[in-house]
């Protein structure tokens, strides 16, 4: 089973920057490739950036040049960096692990959720 925490969500006016974080603990596992998710009201999650455990990173178009997905392998951290925030894109954004456990299962994990809201 992994945990994921996730932190830095907040307010912030059009424009601003804000990063977020997950950090990921649990019993003897190794992540796949870590990912931020995010859902508006009345709309369906979408894939904000994705990084892969080699460091390959994939950015929805919407954000590139404007969010940076990295990692921390030794604490199992993943961090997005997002400037120029937009009022659109105040959501709920998500955590997302891609990890496989001591007994070789692959599962997806999603944190709890962390409020990010541009005002304009």
């Known amino acids: 089973q992994v945990q994921l925490v996730e932190s830095g969500g907040g307010s912030v006016q059009a424009g601003g920057s804000l990063r977020l974080s997950c950090a990921a603990s649990?019993?003897?596992?190794?992540?796949?490739?870590m990912g931020w998710y995010r859902q508006a009201p009345g709309k369906q999650r979408e894939l904000v950036a994705k990084i892969t455990s080699g460091g390959t990173t994939t950015y929805a178009d919407s954000v590139k040049g404007r969010f940076t997905i990295s990692k921390d392998n030794a604490k199992n951290t993943m961090y997005l960096e997002m400037n120029s925030l937009k009022p659109e894109e105040t959501a709920v954004y998500y955590c997302n692990v891609d990890a496989t456990d001591r007994l070789l299962r692959r599962e997806a994990y999603w944190g709890q959720g962390t409020q990010v809201t541009v005002s304009s």
């Open positions: 649990g019993s003897r596992f190794r992540v796949n490739a």
